[in-house]
């Protein structure tokens, strides 16, 4: 986290940074390592941890809020019907893609009344990975998520300070502080693209240890010249 941060000068003196909980491992480790670094990191920082609650049958944000009160923070849930919505005949989207939009433009506006200048998400390696594979698939071009993403004429910057942390990391990570388990009630969570993606990845991974980390390398080694015209 600490390179990911320096290569991208994530984090500056005074940032107010809005931390997207949504009760998942990665947020939570997210959560856990930008508060550890407070104590020891030369650069102050404050965070406003926010969960978004898309309404499913249950209370995922209980459970995060209370992990962030043994931190010390408080947790601003903002309750939605956003998940039974995109799950609904209204929706003709996918139900990911719909919930996901919603769902960042209320942390947006949380953002911007909260004077929170930078946002911090979840995402590690192996989302950056399988972003790439889902936009290649299912949208026909090369993209991805980028560690650090300034938005709104550079008024507002997204960052993702595990985005050099593999998966499986984090989950070691979160077993050794003995971090809560939060079941995820969205219908969604075990039949989505990016499921999809991800075990048709692990396979892969299986043939050869080397092939995921050649797929992250080659995320920042492009050669242009050897690719169509637009």
């Keep these: 986290m600490g390179r990911a941060i320096g290569d ?3 984090i500056e003196a005074g940032d107010r940074i809005l931390v997207a909980v949504s009760g998942g491992t990665d947020s939570l480790v997210l959560l856990w390592m930008l508060h550890q670094r407070q104590r020891w990191s030369p650069v102050s920082y404050s965070l406003v941890p926010v969960h978004i609650d898309p309404g499913f049958p249950g209370d995922r944000g209980q459970g995060a809020a209370a992990f962030c009160q043994g931190l010390g923070l408080t947790l601003k849930v903002v309750h ?14 996918n139900p990911c893609f719909f919930c996901s939009r919603r769902r960042r433009r209320r942390l947006f506006e949380i953002a911007a009344a909260d004077g929170c200048g930078k946002m911090a998400l979840g995402h590690n390696q192996d989302d950056i990975i399988e ?12 993209s991805t998520m980028v560690p650090a993403q300034p938005l709104f004429d550079h ?9 050099y942390a593999p998966a499986a990391a984090v989950r070691r990570l979160a077993r050794e502080i003995g971090m809560p388990r939060i079941a995820n009630p969205c219908p969604s969570a075990e039949n989505s693209r990016r499921r999809q993606v991800r075990d048709l990845l692990a396979g892969l991974y299986r043939t050869n240890r080397k092939i995921r980390g050649n797929v992250f390398n080659a995320l920042r080694n492009v050669k242009k010249e050897y690719l169509l015209k637009p």
Excluded: K, S, W
């Design 80 to 93: 939605t019907d956003d998940g039974i919505r995109a799950h609904g005949p209204e929706n003709l989207e």
């Design 155 to 163: 008024r507002f910057t997204v960052i993702r300070p595990l985005a």
């Design 8 to 10: 991208y000068a994530m």
């Design 131 to 142: 972003t790439f594979f889902i936009n290649v698939c299912y949208a026909g071009e090369i």
